[in-house]
């Protein structure tokens, strides 16, 4: 499949572009150098407690119809330099208004942090996350970062509140949108891609911003899928499967951390000493400050382990937590605690060190006004080459689940295509949810995607047909006629952007309202049905999948999502995408991942009646779609497994070849089971992958290498090391379907 020329171009150029601006990692030691650390020394020795406490609280603005607004006494404060940060303050006039404030106001001219989520892009919005991890592309997930790092620093943000790096196995929980999916080696690997993009390797240069990984810790793993939710695992779990993406931000220098709302094991992560102290700093060796999550240490009067907002303050502050998130518990009441020794100065003035450190790493004490360049802001937001990286994006996103007598790619003969559905023509669904300063208005829709391609060839029809989620279905009828008329569908269907996120757990995730019953009408005519999936979580489409039509998930695509599915489904592109996380068959199923462990009573396919062993009566075990699963317009097939152990290396070879009709993108997924260990294995576990470009009747043989320290895992003293003995090696297209080899590594 070519691409098309001019995008094509613009991507690269752009690609180039990014690669010359961005050397190697970012220092893990931190990089002050001497000058910064004399200066930081001496506004220690002069700050006045009240300038001290004002760096720990962070601040909030807001924008109305008229523009910024910002609390009269916070901006006070801000003149009295008794004020650390502020966030949801963009834009290259505002920052500066307020950074003049603390700069030309104060007595001490300390700069400001300026934060804000930048999830998934800034103005160019990208898919989200969820989205962009079933690429399976590190580098263009790098490079997506590194446009929403220049477009943000463009508009005077220096801080964002992101990568969220939390592992999830549970869809209901909404906030899996902003993930990376189930696999903790996969996400540690686009963890560092993210933070590498957002820091770059100058913290210094005016287009690295500081990047903050969250939400710390675990905060993926709520009981029931209900966000904010109690979190109770093993400390063995929680090293092995939730805390390593964490670490992984901290290795590769990530400079701030953000706590999670959630108690682990009955200690709320905000509170929670072990965590902030023992394991992140002294442990991992985190040198960045911590931030709280909104108004998190308020909320330790609710999780029932302080008795007021003052105790609240004091548990956080002595348990690690360097900056309070609006919540001005520090501001209320630190003086008091300090005169009543219930926390100490040297406490304080780490805390204060650690921000002031961000802010000579970021330049600001060189320039407070780095971030403020109205060029910058003119020119390097939503460029021609930053909008075809992210339409290449959506295009690597898209997950082809079903394709039934290859009704996608639209063929040629196609006259007039119907689109039925509520998120056929929705401009602001397409961003999705913690789209920060991204603009619904410049989305572009499926319908005017297609439109694109289509130009006077083509005709193209619209029709709601229904809502996302009510019980209307008063537009079928209009639905039905409008497919009359046509000889190819589109059914665009899916959650709307707010059914996913933060405050977003449904306890049904199949598609909501009346969605099915208007698919299952429309495939009575007949026609070819294409189902193109707009939603933030694994659904529940067991009723979709019975259905002869093909199914294309699209996630929430950004800016350009209709001109990236569109790419897609006129065959520009062929789909390569793999899911990050396991489609359930039923909410019954959940949690359901695919690196979970074999039980002493394994179901077991060829005795599909045995009773007593680890089943339902009435549903499968294996998911709908499992981890790694997406398929091509083309077929390739895996043969000639070959592997050789030499010591501490093993090397794997894999022939794929391309058995279809046309070029296409594979990724070839590797993992490993370790046999018998001295606790239990889990059945898989992804080790590596390639995703490469296999065209029509070409066969290529990929070859992988590992290390024994690809087999090491946590044991119940928390220490990591590799076990020898027997392992199966499995190669293949999803976690499901592989080839398998055993090995014995001594
Ligand atoms: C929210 C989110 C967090 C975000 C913060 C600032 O409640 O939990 O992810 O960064 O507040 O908006």
Not at 11 to 37: C, E, F, M
Not at 191 to 219: I, M, P, S, W
Not at 220 to 233: H, L
Not at 620 to 638: E, I, K, M, V
């Amino acid at each position: 499949m070519l691409r098309n020329g001019k995008f094509r171009i613009a991507a690269i150029l752009l690609l180039l572009l990014i690669k010359a601006t961005v050397h190697s990692q970012v220092p893990k030691n931190k990089g002050i150098n001497h000058r910064d650390k004399e200066k930081i020394d001496n506004l220690l020795k002069t700050m006045t407690l009240d300038e001290k406490i004002g760096q720990l609280s962070l601040f909030r603005s807001g924008w109305d119809v008229t523009g910024p607004i910002i609390n009269v006494n916070d901006k006070k404060l801000i003149g009295e330099g008794k004020a650390g940060a502020i966030l949801n303050a963009y834009t290259v006039d505002y920052v500066h208004d307020l950074q003049q404030l603390a700069i030309e106001k104060s007595r001490l001219k300390i700069p400001m942090l300026f934060g804000y989520d930048v999830i998934h892009g800034h103005r160019t919005i990208f898919p989200i996350p969820l989205g962009q991890s079933c690429t399976w592309d590190l580098k263009i997930i790098e490079d997506a970062e590194r446009i929403a790092a220049t477009e943000a620093t463009a508009e005077g943000i220096n801080w964002t509140f992101s990568p969220m790096v939390d592992i999830s196995r549970d869809p209901r929980w909404g906030r899996v949108a902003e993930g990376a999916g189930e696999d903790t080696w996969l996400g540690c690997k686009i963890a560092e891609a993210r933070v590498k993009g957002f820091q770059g390797n100058d913290l210094k240069a005016n287009n690295t911003l500081l990047a903050c990984a969250k939400h710390f810790a675990a905060y993926g793993a709520p009981q029931a899928g209900r966000d904010y939710n109690t979190v109770d695992m093993s400390q063995l779990s929680l090293y092995e499967w939730f805390l390593p993406p964490y670490k992984s931000c901290v290795d590769i220098g990530v400079g701030s951390m953000m706590t999670s709302f959630n108690e682990i094991a009955g200690i709320p992560s905000t509170c929670n000493t072990w965590l902030l102290e023992d394991l992140l700093r002294k442990e991992w060796g985190f040198n960045g400050f911590v931030v709280t999550d909104w108004t998190a240490i308020n909320e330790l009067v609710s999780h029932g382990i302080a008795e007021d907002n003052k105790d609240a303050a004091r548990l956080s502050l002595n348990a690690g937590v360097d900056m309070d998130m609006v919540g001005n518990t520090f501001l209320d009441y630190l003086p008091e605690l300090l005169k009543e020794k219930k926390v100490a100065l040297t406490r304080i003035d780490e805390a204060v060190r650690s921000i002031l450190e961000a802010k000579a790493l970021l330049g600001l004490f060189d320039d407070p006004y780095r971030y403020c360049n109205k060029t910058r802001q003119e020119q390097e937001i939503m460029t021609p080459g930053q909008l075809a990286l992210a339409r290449k994006m959506v295009s690597e996103s898209c997950v082809l689940l079903k394709n039934p007598d290859h009704i996608l790619p639209i063929p040629g003969k196609v006259k007039t295509i119907a689109i039925i559905g509520p998120l056929g023509d929705s401009k602001t669904d397409m961003l999705g949810n913690w789209y920060a300063a991204g603009q619904w208005e410049k989305c572009i829709t499926l319908l005017e995607g297609i439109k694109n391609r289509t130009g006077e060839h083509m005709k193209v029809l619209y029709e709601k047909g229904c809502n996302t989620n009510d019980s209307d279905r008063s537009g079928f009828d209009a639905a039905l006629k409008l497919a009359a008329r046509a000889d190819y569908i589109i059914l665009a269907l899916g959650e709307n952007g707010w059914m996913s996120g933060e405050a977003a757990s449904r306890s049904n995730i199949d598609l909501p309202g009346v969605q099915n019953d208007l698919a299952e009408t429309i495939v009575k005519t007949g026609k070819p049905v294409a189902v193109i999936l707009f939603n933030g979580r694994p659904l529940v489409i067991a009723r979709l999948n019975n259905l002869p039509v093909a199914i294309l998930e699209t996630w929430f695509g950004g800016t350009q999502a209709g001109n990236g599915i569109a790419d897609v489904l006129f065959g520009e592109v062929s789909p390569a995408a793999k899911l990050t996380m396991t489609f359930p068959r039923n909410e019954g199923q959940i949690p359901v991942f695919y690196n979970g462990k074999n039980t002493g009573r394994p179901f077991n396919l060829n005795d599909r009646d045995a009773k007593y062993v680890s089943r339902y009566l009435d549903c499968p075990n294996d998911p709908l779609f499992p981890f790694g699963y997406g398929l091509s317009y083309t077929s390739f097939a895996y043969s000639n497994l070959e592997t050789n152990v030499d010591t501490r290396n093993i090397a794997v070879t894999v022939q794929v070849a391309n058995s279809g009709n046309c070029d296409g993108e594979e990724v070839v997924q590797l993992y490993i089971r370790d046999n018998v260990g001295s606790i239990t294995r889990p059945v898989k576990e992804l080790k590596g992958f390639q995703k490469v470009l296999i065209k029509k009747g070409e066969t290529k043989t990929i070859a992988f290498n590992i290390t024994t320290d690809d087999l090491a895992f946590y044991h119940p003293d928390l220490k990591k090391y590799w076990e020898p003995g027997e392992f199966t090696v499995y190669v293949g297209t999803n976690s499901a379907e592989t080839l398998s080899k055993s090995i014995t590594v001594k």
